[in-house]
């Protein structure tokens, strides 16, 4: 499986972007798909996920009820709106992917799948 992300860009304080992801190959073994963030100097983390059927979604408590994740099973995308954007927020975003089930705020470990990033800058 094959993860590409777009959307980022710079955006202002208090702004919105909108990410994509479009997963390619073995497609139809995905079944998590989601989003991790890493800031200059920082460890990556967690920031999103979502079930194959959309059910069950995740956000780390620092994006809750800024960001929205979605999917498009048929496209094989997956998104993430982001409002209200802080310069906190600003990162490389990675998409991420795994065959199996995965609940909560998953470990670096728990990822089977990786896009190459797109980088998010935020200005205030």
């Known amino acids: 499986v094959q993860l590409q992300a777009s959307g980022g860009g710079l955006v202002q304080a208090g702004g919105s972007l909108r990410l994509s992801c479009a997963a390619s190959?073995?497609?139809?073994?995905?079944?998590?798909m989601g989003w991790f963030r890493q800031a200059l100097g920082k460890e990556r983390e967690f920031v999103a996920g979502?079930?194959?059927?959309?059910?069950?979604?995740y956000y780390a408590g620092s994006v809750k009820g800024r960001f929205t994740i979605s999917r498009d099973n048929p496209k094989n995308t997956v998104y993430l709106q982001m409002n209200s954007l802080q310069p906190e927020d600003a990162a490389v975003y990675y998409c991420?992917?795994?065959?199996?089930?995965?609940?909560?705020?998953?470990?670096?470990?728990?990822?089977?799948?990786w896009g190459q990033g797109t980088l998010v800058t935020v200005s205030s």
């Open positions: 979502i079930s194959r059927s959309g059910v069950s979604i």
């Open positions: 991420a992917a795994n065959d199996r089930v995965v609940a909560g705020t998953p470990s670096l470990a728990q990822i089977k799948y």
């Open positions: 190959g073995r497609t139809f073994s995905v079944n998590y």
